[in-house]
Nanobody, 123 residues
């Protein structure tokens, strides 16, 4: 089993930055992909960034490309999502997810989920 705990959400004005953290514990050696999803009220959960951990390959949804960066600190078993130039459209609950396979940004492919952290961006 793998446990994921997110932190770092909050409220920020448009143009500001936040860094989300996802701390993993348990059988973390089994993880091959870590991703960040977000879900706004009334909308489906949508993948915004993912990292193939053993090869370091990243992928970003077009909506965040150039503004968000996913990276990790292996020593701390923590994956981060640095979010810059935030827009009101980025307002959502952000979830960290992990998979034992090298997968894309489809929520059904992920085995483990965190509890989510709220990000609110105001004008």
């Amino acid at each position: 089993q793998v446990r994921l705990v997110e932190s770092g959400g909050g409220s920020v004005q448009a143009g500001g930055s936040l860094r989300l953290s996802c701390a993993a514990s348990g059988y973390t050696d089994s993880i091959r992909t870590v991703a960040w999803f977000r879900q706004a009220p009334g909308k489906e959960r949508w993948g915004v960034a993912r990292l193939h951990t053993h090869v370091g390959i990243t992928y970003y949804d077009d909506s965040v490309k150039g503004r968000f960066t996913i990276n990790r600190d292996s020593a701390k078993n923590t994956v981060y999502l640095q979010m810059n130039s935030l827009e009101p459209e980025d307002t959502a609950i952000y979830y960290c997810a992990a998979s034992s396979g090298r997968v894309g940004l489809l929520a059904s492919l992920y085995d483990y989920w965190g509890q989510g952290t709220q990000v609110t961006v105001s004008l």
